[in-house]
């Protein structure tokens, strides 16, 4: 009863959305208030029912309902709750669910959060918002619905995939789906925009929260995924450049673009069109992640079973949403008056070249992971492209933008001092000069990279400190924008040690230990006690137990395990972690070696992988500080002044007069 | 007790790595064999290299890679080995070749094309607004006196 | 005006490579040897262990080369068509026992039907890997002259063996 309940809701929710996808940008166009005024009700309405959808699904999955095919393909009576939940978003079709159960929260928070934007904009974005809504749910419902019934029930699931049962599973895909689907508000403001004829300051101001939120959700959700990928694969690796880490990425760092030259736009009415390009982008760049990861045109990890039909289906909606924002970004993008002048050097110029060296990056980054399918496609043959390709290509394009956001923050306006900037500048190539070239002596080796990598890590640091003191000694008061901008740089540099210290230095060994060995690195001694077996609730495991000590201190008693989880019966690593903030010891059981019986505890000896990672935490802890700085930015008191704006709703004048000058 | 450590280590060294094979192997081996299984793909895990992957497949060509060291063969001969085997599609780093030549240089190219537009479109708009902007002061005056009907500077249909 | 088209001109190229790609599987690794020399190799016959063949046995004949194991699932839905193909006797198919255990072979064999002439036993894998061998099933095509003509990654389908296999086959035997 339940799953048909959610089945239809999922049907209304597609009949509002249509009605939300046409009548309020009819509205607009013919100037029929009625219509116009359907805009907010009609999200509201469309939230309610696929929350109920979701919700639905969601307690099918609780209360084990095998009848259901979705359930009984990704869950089990064993598994415990919180997976069980989480289950929900496990498989294809139960993440597209999420997704717009994501898409229509974001809807719900602008119907809400909109007291100062004119009506007919509204009308416009959540229109726009709503034919999203529409291409998803149909989707789901021609091709991939969560609710399809398996008749006779099963008496159990096949269980989740055991790499997911794990609370990364809980947080990743929300935090994650939140940051994709949040960059369709900011799409949707720069299509009404455009539609609308009327691009300036106050766009701007209006876009840049949504756009910030959306982005900070995103950065939290690749953190994560990074962090869950490095405690639960087994081999210590915390970034593949898989295709779907890609998916995701690519939208981050195209946002990052978009919430900096938000910046420019509303400070300054400058960049008008390219801000709206790269809204229209960063969105675009989502909806192809979400193709790529779906259609089974690139070999990952993540990808979910593929089907070529969900393909086609997705790439054509691909191509009306992606080519229809595109032919009207060319038609009208003409139309958009030009912006202030500025200065070679000046802040403006940083930041179009920030979103540049960014622009560039993704496009690297697209290309090697679309490269295998150009060339296979024009049949030249069948190539790989990983890990070593992007880390060559990636770092010097993303070094040049370190060292523009670390000098960035003390560039004026308009039109930079460079006798003003050359003072802190001194300051900062100093103390960046004194870390890249000392820091690698404290660790006893140097290498070329590792100071390359310290260089902008200090310069990035040691600009963020300027322009703060330089602040401080200014009359213009510190806001939370302000503040948020600084710890978020401040958080690359933390990133940038995180990622030199731990490719410099990290050391491991993978060898055979049989009970009683012991095996140094870097300072620790590893004893292996043996392997017990136990019991958890949906596995088994052979568990390992090594005890780490530092100079005669035992500091440590690590227990990695090797599962079998009962259902599907592959082999898993649990890694041990002991972490730190200035290395983490990470080891892993490998294989039971002359073994009497296949992985026995009588084992005689076991393959024992041992890494010290130095500063890896920094990497998240990185991620966090720039998430954090974005939540401040975006906390800012002049987004929430609804003062003058409400006159401005009802008169269409009064924006084109005020010059936007913040 | 410092010598059974010792003695206890060097068989570790000696029974490290390749744990799989009974065979013993130096640290300068166990380096190589490392290096060289960094550069080729585990053709049947999910973009995974030799050295990172547990799959049967992944183990057996670790052990080619061994043999081979051991015969006293040079990293590219070895490399050449398996691409002579599995194609362009094992090596984990695409190779520099008239295919790949646009995956190498592209992002380079681009970079550079990227900033000759930037460069450009910075000096056409120095060059663009001729007319003297108006100091804050002298804005604010017009405004006051002109009203409404001051001089928009936002205009819809102005040229770019 | 003209610059505003950019964007949507590359993404329209971008979207026919990925219309194009939905037919291709990113997942298969052709092989590099088709066109060249079968690898030689000399090992001992299943069923007859002081038995040994060499791929150069069969110069002069046109024939496939399938490698099987019994522990591989997939083979089970090619077989029926393997035996069936030594009924009628279209093609020689001789099997590479790869990374097997002979008693398992042999059993696996006489529940199943044996479609080959025979089965050399490669029980480490190397000649597989010399034959580029990712996974099992796989088979190749060979020449009269010992050339490697045809690799099928995967189990041989009816639409494959129609229509690819077996009008090489013929053209090659001419």
């Given amino acids: ?25 009819v509205g607009v166009a013919q100037r029929i208030p009625g219509f116009i005024a359907l805009a907010r009700p009609a999200a509201q309405g469309l939230f309610l029912f696929v929350a109920f959808a979701f919700g639905c699904l969601a307690w099918s999955f609780y209360s084990n309902d095998f009848s259901v095919l979705n359930v009984a393909t990704n869950s089990n009576s064993k598994l415990p709750t919180a997976y069980r939940i989480a289950a929900t978003w496990g498989s294809h079709e139960g993440s597209l669910l999420l997704w717009v159960l994501m898409l229509s929260g974001w809807m719900l928070a602008v119907s809400v959060f909109s007291r100062s934007l004119p009506q007919d904009m509204l009308a416009r974005i959540l229109g726009v918002m709503g034919l999203i809504a529409v291409g998803f749910l149909s989707f789901m419902l021609f091709t991939s619905s969560p609710f399809e019934r398996l008749l006779p029930a099963a008496a159990d699931g096949r269980d989740l995939n055991p790499l997911l049962q794990d609370p990364g599973m809980v947080f990743h895909p929300p935090m994650l789906y939140m940051g994709y689907v949040g960059f369709s508000v900011a799409f949707s403001f720069a299509i009404a925009a455009l539609l609308d004829g009327r691009l300036d300051a106050t766009w701007a101001r209006w876009s840049r929260p949504w756009t910030t939120a959306a982005w900070v959700f995103l950065t939290i959700g690749i953190a994560l995924g990074s962090f869950w990928a490095y405690y639960e694969l087994g081999w210590g690796g915390w970034w593949f450049w898989d295709p779907v880490e890609n998916a995701s990425f690519m939208p981050w760092l195209i946002g990052t673009a978009l919430i900096h030259s938000l910046a420019v736009t509303e400070k300054r009415g400058a960049f008008k069109t390219w801000t709206v390009l790269l809204a229209i982008i960063a969105f675009s760049l989502s909806l192809l992640g979400t193709f790529l990861v779906r259609s089974g045109v690139l070999t990952s990890v993540h990808a979910f079973a593929t089907d070529p039909k969900r393909g086609i289906f997705i790439l054509c909606f691909l191509a009306v949403v992606i080519g229809g924002s595109l032919s009207l970004y060319a038609w009208r993008a003409n139309r958009v008056a030009p912006g202030g002048r500025f200065e070679l050097l000046s802040r403006e110029s940083m930041l179009l070249a920030n979103s540049v060296l960014l622009l560039v990056a993704c496009g690297a980054v697209m290309l090697g992971t679309l490269y295998p399918l150009f060339l296979d496609a024009l049949g030249l043959g069948k190539i790989s492209v990983g890990p070593p390709y992007f880390d060559s290509v990636f770092m010097p394009l993303m070094a040049p933008a370190i060292l523009l956001a670390g000098i960035g923050p003390l560039v004026a306006w308009r039109r930079g001092e460079p006798a003003q900037l050359l003072r802190p500048l ?4 100093i103390v960046a000069l004194i870390g890249a070239l000392f820091v690698p002596l404290a660790f ?8 390359v990598g310290l260089l902008l890590a200090f310069w990035i640091f040691a600009g963020t400190l300027a322009a703060l003191v330089v602040r401080f000694r200014s009359t213009t008061r510190m806001t939370p924008a302000f503040l948020g901008m600084l710890l978020a740089h401040a958080g690359i540099g933390v990133f940038v040690i995180g990622v030199t210290l731990v490719k410099s230095y990290e050391t491991e060994r993978d060898l055979r230990m049989a009970p009683g060995d012991t095996a140094t690195l870097g300072g620790y001694s590893f004893r292996f ?3 017990r077996e136990v019991r958890g609730p949906n596995y088994e495991a052979a568990r390992g137990a090594i005890t780490v000590q530092r100079d005669g201190q035992t500091i440590a008693q690590l227990a990695p395990e090797k599962r079998v989880y009962l259902v599907q019966r592959n082999p898993m690593t649990e890694a041990a972690i002991d972490a730190g903030i200035s290395r983490d010891v990470y080891v892993a059981l490998g294989d039971a070696v002359d073994a009497g019986g296949a992985g026995g505890t009588d084992a005689a000896a076991w393959t024992v992988r041992i890494h010290i990672k130095p500063f890896i935490r920094w990497i998240w802890i990185g991620c966090l500080m720039m998430a954090f700085g974005g939540v401040l930015a975006a906390s800012d008191r002049r987004y929430r002044i609804a003062t003058r704006r409400q006159e401005d709703a009802s008169n269409p004048d009064a924006t084109l007069l005020r010059r936007g000058a913040a | 007790m410092r010598r059974l450590l010792v003695l206890v280590l060097l068989s570790l060294f000696v029974f490290s790595s390749m744990a799989n094979e009974n065979k013993p192997v130096d640290i300068q081996t166990e380096q190589r064999i490392r290096q060289l ?66 995956l190498w240089l592209g992002p380079f190219v681009l970079l550079a094309a990227a900033a000759l537009v930037l460069v450009a479109t910075l000096r056409r708009r120095r060059r663009a607004a001729e007319e003297p902007a108006l100091g804050a002061d002298d804005k604010r005056l017009v405004e006051r006196v002109l009203g409404s009907a001051a001089p928009r500077r936002e205009h819809d249909e102005g040229t770019r | 005006m003209k610059r505003f088209l950019w964007p949507l001109a590359i993404f329209i190229l971008l979207v026919g490579f990925l219309a194009v790609g939905l037919n291709l599987n990113p997942r298969e690794v052709p092989s590099p040897l088709v066109g060249k020399p079968a690898p030689a190799f000399d090992l001992p016959v299943l069923h007859q262990p002081d038995k040994r063949f060499v791929p150069a046995d069969m110069r002069g004949k046109v024939w496939l080369l399938n490698v099987w194991a019994s522990w591989c699932v997939s083979c089970r839905e090619e077989h029926p068509l393997l035996v069936e193909m030594s009924k009628k006797g279209v093609l020689p198919i001789l099997g590479l026992n790869y990374k097997d255990k002979g008693e398992d072979a042999q059993r696996w064999l006489k529940q199943f039907g044996n479609p080959y002439q025979l089965s050399v036993v490669d029980a480490d894998g190397r000649i597989g890997i010399d034959y580029g061998v990712y996974g099992v099933p796989e088979t190749y095509l060979i020449d009269a002259e010992g050339v490697i003509r045809f690799k099928q990654i995967g189990p041989i389908t009816p639409a494959v063996l129609e229509q690819k296999i077996l009008p090489l086959a013929m053209a090659l035997r001419k």
């Fill in chain 1, 1 to 25: 009863m339940i799953p048909e309940l959610g089945h239809f809701a999922l049907i209304v929710a597609l009949a509002i959305a249509l009605v939300q996808g046409t009548l309020p940008l």
């Fill in chain 1, 426 to 429: 001194r300051w900062v190539a």
């Fill in chain 1, 444 to 451: 006893g080796r140097w290498a070329a990279l590792t100071s």
């Fill in chain 1, 529 to 531: 006690d043996g392997v």
């Fill in chain 2, 37 to 102: 299984s960094e550069k080729l793909r585990c053709l049947v895990c999910q973009n995974q290299s030799l050295a990172d992957s547990n799959a049967e497949l992944a183990g057996d060509l670790r052990r080619q890679l061994h043999e081979q060291v051991a015969a006293g063969r040079s990293d590219g001969e070895i490399i050449e080995f398996m691409v002579q085997r599995y194609g362009d599609f094992v090596l984990y780093e695409p190779p520099f070749k008239s295919t790949t030549l646009l």
